[in-house]
């Protein structure tokens, strides 16, 4: 086993897998086209905005810009009907995949240029790849219509600027491109506003106080934010950037309930300016006619409604959900396919000298922990860690670059052992995902039908009732979980609404349904539901909607749109959304 192989050594192996990358982001995308989760929903509303020029609601405080800029460009060329509209959100997403393998391969490429090739090749393009597929495709996943990919890249380019201005080579001109690139972190991310000051921390302690560069990348960053933040707070009459910090402190942490959306531990505040209006008790009817923007207008301008809520800290509280978050977040560091390889070398290479390589790489693992417990104080899901663990894991596979795994005269066998076993844990991380290119082949073999096509059959329904305008809907149901109502370009007005909420004290805090609302009003009488319709109408709705219905619900009465999508257990909800007549 050479110590240092040839530079062109297992390029093969690199092209190979980067096929195979691309193949199965390819096929994920294509299998989930039809899909349009909630965010993705709120961000083609603000896309809209843009397009039409209405700059308050476009200038969202609460969703970032980036990936509504994509899909303003992508609406404004393209004008695609119904039913392919949901395909232009997961094509962005794919080519934001293909952003994060450039970036990621950058940084590896730097990483190299420094060091020179690492020892065992076909080791760390193993693990770096199993890496990279499992935080991509698994955590982040390519069913989501968000820009959580772009900010895998992102974290790859700083990472990467991180090490060439490290070994030396960085200039004055890596330094402004560091900057600019930590201000497409905000726009591709809100929460990412929390890691920018960490990284220029990195970048003074790589050149310290006297350098220029972290100057020049702090005033980058500043000055491509400054005439964002500038419209926005224009926009909304107050010095902002962003509200999603303290909107998800107040929703997650502190407790408070947005009633028919976050469903918290504490009531609605009572002296908030901007309540939604309750117009029945039993069962519940709420009504959004004060503030109808976008297609669920409580979720397409959240800060708007939560004006006013309360940002309060309280110290049981916010270790219970740091606990509760922290856990998580490990359990999730511990999966990490860069781990495994971490560990072989501690164990056979001498765990000093990994240690101590680790250690030097403090500029790396640094901005990443500070990011994971920035969300472990507030809420965790997959997407929005795997940035970070990109880089966390990357740093683990540069420690032990250069390690040398000696087992006596086993050595070489011992090796070819371990390459396998790191083969068989990378393709366990996306053994899920492996599947896709089998399921597409099906899809056009006609064996196997297009997920979440309903979607397009719903929204070609409702768009047919009301062609030019949309329809404005009461919706008996979810009260986010609509994606075929922005298709039909229509706006859920009022809503006898299911619950959504989270397991406070579970792991992770896992979203909850329940829909003992819209089960009530099932149950109801004649009467009470014609009072249902009634306050409906008055709020400005001319369609009711029917999703989750239970399967006992008497439907008399009502029409068949289209295929619904099941959130209800099995069993427990019709397989149809259901339309009528105000």
Request: include cysteine; glycine fraction near 8%; hydrophobic fraction near 50%.
């Amino acid at each position: 086993m050479s110590p240092e192989p040839p530079p062109d050594s297992g390029r093969n192996l690199i092209r190979l897998l980067r096929a195979l990358s691309v193949l199965l982001a390819m096929a994920l995308s294509w299998l989930a086209r039809y899909a349009f989760d909630p965010d993705g929903v709120a961000y083609a509303d603000v896309a809209r905005a843009w397009l039409r020029g209405d700059w308050h609601n476009a200038l969202n405080t609460y969703w970032s810009p980036l990936y509504s800029w994509l899909l303003a460009i992508g609406f404004g060329i393209l004008h695609p009907p119904i039913a392919w509209e949901t395909w232009i959100p997961h094509a962005i997403v794919f080519l934001g995949f293909l952003a994060s393998l450039a970036s990621a391969e950058w940084m590896l490429r730097e990483w190299e240029r420094w060091q020179g090739p690492p020892a065992h090749r076909t080791l760390v393009t193993i693990s770096f790849f199993s890496l990279f597929l499992w935080a991509t495709l698994r955590l982040t996943g390519m069913e989501f219509t968000s820009a959580d990919i772009f900010l895998v890249a992102v974290w790859c380019m700083t990472a990467a600027l991180l090490i060439r201005i490290r070994s030396g080579i960085g200039g004055t001109r890596d330094a402004v491109w560091f900057g600019v690139i930590l201000a497409f972190g905000f726009f591709t991310k809100g929460g990412f506003l929390s890691a920018i000051p960490m990284f220029l921390a990195a970048l003074v302690g790589i050149t310290g106080l006297r350098d220029r560069r972290p100057y020049l990348a702090a005033a980058a960053t500043l000055c491509t934010l400054l005439p964002f933040g500038a419209a926005m707070s224009l926009a909304h009459g107050r010095l902002v950037l962003s509200d999603a910090a303290w909107l998800n402190y107040s929703w997650l942490v502190t407790g408070a309930a947005v009633e028919g959306y976050h469903q918290s531990d504490a009531p609605p505040p009572t002296d908030i300016p901007h309540p939604v209006l309750r117009l029945l008790d039993k069962p519940r009817v709420l009504s959004y006619q004060d503030h109808v923007v976008g297609t669920i207008p409580i979720h397409s301008d959240a800060a708007w409604w939560s004006e006013g809520y309360p940002v309060e800290f309280d110290f049981d509280r916010q270790f219970a959900v740091l606990a509760n978050e922290g856990s998580y977040t490990l359990g999730k560091a511990l999966r990490s396919p860069a781990l495994i390889f971490f560990l072989l070398c501690l164990i056979s290479a001498g765990w000093h000298r990994t240690a101590v390589e680790f250690g030097r790489l403090w500029f790396l693992w640094i901005p990443a922990l500070g990011a994971l417990l920035f969300y472990s104080s507030i809420h965790i899901l997959d997407r929005y860690i795997s940035p970070p663990l990109v880089v966390l894991g990357f740093a683990m596979i540069a420690a032990g670059w250069k390690s040398q795994p000696s087992f006596g005269q086993a050595t070489k066998p011992a090796v070819t052992a371990i390459t396998l076993v790191l083969s068989v844990v990378g393709l366990a991380s996306v053994r899920y995902q492996l599947n896709a290119p089998l399921s597409v082949w099906e899809e056009m073999a006609g064996t196997r039908q297009p997920a979440d096509i309903g979607t397009v059959q719903v929204a070609s329904y409702l768009h047919s009732l009301s062609p030019l305008s949309g329809p404005r809907i009461g919706l008996i149901g979810s009260s986010i979980v609509v994606p075929w109502l922005e298709l039909a370009r229509g706006q859920m007005v009022t809503v006898v609404p299911g619950r959504l909420g989270n397991e406070s004290w579970a792991p992770g805090r896992p979203s909850t349904l329940s829909f003992g609302e819209v089960d009530g009003f099932w149950k109801s009488d004649a009467e009470t539901q014609a009072k249902v319709f009634a306050a409906m109408r008055q709020a400005g709705a001319d369609w009711v909607v029917a999703d989750s219905v239970p399967v006992w619900a008497d439907v008399t009465g009502w029409d068949v749109a289209g295929p619904a999508i099941m959130i209800r257990p099995p069993g427990v909800q019709r397989p149809s959304v259901y339309v009528r007549h105000l």
